[in-house]
């Protein structure tokens, strides 16, 4: 991820402090922090079937406007358990073993924990304070360690003999001139971060005393450090928790695909918005395909065929369906598809490669300037589900001639969307679409991850509620549309459309009694209203 900076540290090896006692305590929470980053760095990944700045942002990187803006602090202690990919892992976790036993074996368990946490946030507040791109990793916690080294060296190099001393001092000097060479040098790594963690963690060593090298400061200073190890381990685990917590409430935005780029391809002939960050291909061939793929995730084709007198949408489908099924794809379902005020098709195939199942998703339809357009999506079948709705994003942002007509319905419900993908009213919206067309699955997705994350929107439950009091089975279920619609009735009292909402899902239930007396609510909430009187006559024949 080289446009996101990150906090990685390329330690050099350091030679070993050994504290006086023979045999070093095992680093305990050194080990345990590791286990932490690790799991952290797999969480995310399944989280978002790789790693992504959305993906990052929504597991707890660091994120400016996000922390300054909605005041979740707890982002400077979560973003130092993430890592951009798995050698920014490794790294980090190579430099806290090899400094962590150090330190821990100097200060002890609990106090190295002090020093840790200490550092960890003031490298996050050093690069909040000083960078505005998204920031992940262990490395300012990592470089307080080595600014506990050097305080250590500095205040306590009585305990090490003159000749070890002085060469200890310039091996960390080195490492430490080395990084900071290499963090001018290198565009990605958070170089306040690394300079906030060392000056973190070299103050926090000075006021702790290492007990393993010096002894005791007395039963008092070990009170207070207990009591502020176990502070800042809580510290630590609630960051984890709401950082977790954050996460699954924001299915929502990673279903949509985060943030995107549009491009303008062929001298400007038409535009496509794409996530942020994903790959291009211009046209290699006869195809005249424009390619934008994630490697290992999903792949976009789009191509401008002949002008429509040479080649209308069906002829043009039936072609793509021949193609396709000479190259071994099988279709296996059809559905036509509205683009504004045009109509064109679109096909769902599937394909065996070696052993791999993949989908292939391909819309045909006309553009505005009479040529038709040919768009196919293509990823693992077992992710088209979390991919569906990216991929229409995708599709009603293909814009084709020159800018400047009204936005149809259907592109003012993406650019709803696009303004503020957290906002519920856009699911609700979206959901409402697709409950339209018969696509109840990615309905019912989208407003289960925008229930996660607001539970008390009346307008969602509602949805929901209708959704599944109309639906086709198996989306039918009549004791959940009846739960949902009377949350939402609770939620907004005397809304007629709630009210009606209840009805239908009593009806799917069974209870026609209870129907007939939702209905008539409706009716007197809105008497100027036909719908709910024509509701209230059907419901009592």
């Known amino acids: 991820m080289a446009t996101m900076p990150t906090a990685e540290p390329l330690p050099l090896p350091l030679a070993r402090l050994r504290p006086p006692p023979p045999r070093p305590a095992m680093p305990i929470v050194s080990l345990i922090l590791i286990f932490a980053c690790g799991a952290a760095f797999a969480a995310s990944w399944l989280f978002g079937n790789g790693l992504d700045e959305a993906t990052l942002i929504a597991c707890g990187a660091k994120d400016r406007s ?24 490794v790294v980090n976790l190579y430099a ?22 200490t550092a960890l946030v003031g490298g996050s507040a050093a690069s909040l304070a000083a960078t505005r791109g998204t920031s992940v990793g262990a490395s300012g916690a990592a470089f307080g360690l080595l600014g506990a080294l050097v305080a250590f060296l500095v205040l306590h190099r009585r305990v090490i003999a003159p000749r070890a001393r002085t060469a200890l001092l310039i091996n960390l000097a080195v490492v430490l001139a080395i990084n900071i060479v290499l963090g001018i040098l290198l565009p990605f790594i958070d170089n306040a971060a690394h300079l ?42 609630g960051s984890l928790g709401m950082a977790a917590r954050h996460a699954r409430a924001s299915e929502w935005r990673l279903l ?38 994630r490697p290992g995730l999903a792949t976009v084709a789009i191509r401008l065929l002949p002008r429509a007198g040479a080649l209308d949408t069906a002829a043009a489908a039936s072609k ?65 589900k979390a991919l569906e709705v990216l991929f229409d994003r995708i599709l009603y942002s293909i814009q084709v001639g020159p800018p400047g007509r009204a936005a149809t319905p259907d592109e003012r419900v993406w650019e709803k969307v696009a303004e503020d993908p957290n906002n519920p009213d856009a699911a609700v919206a979206l959901a409402a679409r697709y409950a339209h067309e018969g696509r ?70 069974g209870d026609r009694e209870q129907a007939l007396a939702a209905a008539r609510l409706a009716a007197a909430a809105a008497p100027d209203d036909a719908t709910y009187a024509d509701l209230v006559k059907r419901l009592s024949r």
Not at 69 to 79: D, E, F, M, T
Not at 453 to 466: C, I, K, S, W
């Open 320 to 384: 793509v369906q021949r193609e396709l099924t000479q190259d071994g794809a099988v279709l296996i379902a059809t559905r036509d598809l509205a683009m504004g005020d045009q109509m064109g098709a679109e096909m769902h195939f599937r394909r065996k490669v070696q052993d791999e199942v993949q989908r292939r998703r391909v819309a045909v339809f006309p553009a505005r300037d009479g040529r038709i357009v040919c768009a196919t999506f293509a990823c693992l079948e077992e992710r088209y």
């Open 66 to 89: 996000l922390i300054l803006r909605s005041h979740q602090w707890w982002r400077l202690v979560s973003a130092g358990f993430l890592h951009a990919d798995l050698m920014h892992l």
């Open 96 to 117: 806290l073993f090899t400094l962590g036993r150090v330190v821990e074996g100097l200060w002890g368990h609990r106090r190295f924990l002090i020093i840790y946490a």
């Open 196 to 237: 906030g963690g060392l000056a973190a963690g070299a103050a926090a060593a000075m006021m702790l005393r290492p007990v393993r090298a010096r002894g005791s400061g007395g039963p008092f200073s070990d009170v207070l450090a207990s009591v502020a190890a176990a502070a800042a381990a809580l510290a630590m685990l």
């Open 256 to 293: 949509i695909g985060g943030e995107m780029t549009t491009h303008s391809l062929r001298r400007g002939e038409f535009t496509v918005s794409v996530p942020k960050g994903w790959r291009y291909r211009p046209p290699s061939g006869l195809d005249g395909q424009h390619v934008f793929d």
């Open 440 to 509: 109840y699955e990615p309905a019912e997705r989208l407003l289960q991850a925008t229930l996660r994350r607001h539970p008390n929107h009346a307008e969602t439950h509602n949805q929901l509620g209708l959704l599944y009091a109309t639906a086709r089975p198996p989306f039918r279920r009549p004791a959940e549309a009846v739960r949902h619609a009377n949350r939402a009735a609770a939620l907004k009292p005397g809304t007629p459309s709630y009210f009606a909402t209840l009805a239908l899902a009593h009806e799917a239930a």
